[in-house]
């Protein structure tokens, strides 16, 4: 399964607004792309980032190698086609955390994030009433 790079910044903000799973040593953002989108609906497409809050380039560009490394390896067994997920390195436990654990944090969340959900309650239907009898205040007494 063929592994593409993010580059654009829309797709970032869309990979934003869709689901997250918090791993141990990074966040993970993912979501499934239309079928109309992107040049091949097939590929497992990723995105790497780290704000300044993880420290100076060097520090920023070492998490972004060790997430990239983890992604390499673990994307194409439990990532699914059609699908963008961007890591993003949080400061200190990214370039800290080791390698293995690193790798296994991505799988932890991957499956999280791929697991089935309880569907939505639906917002339209007003809540039932809650028959609990009222309290009055001191000043209504």
Known sequence: ???????????????????????GSFMLQGRRRAEDE?????????GFTCSKKVGNAVARNRAKRRLREAARAMLPHLGRPGWDYVLIGRADQTAARPFELLKADLEQALTRMHAPRAPRPDSSRPEPSKTAPSKTSPQDR
């Not at 992107?38 to 990723?46: E, N, S």
């Open 1 to 23: 399964m063929p592994l593409v790079v993010l580059a654009k910044r829309s797709d970032f903000l869309a990979a934003a607004r869709a689901r997250r799973q918090a791993a």
């Open 38 to 46: 992107g040049p091949a609906p097939a590929q497992i497409r990723m």
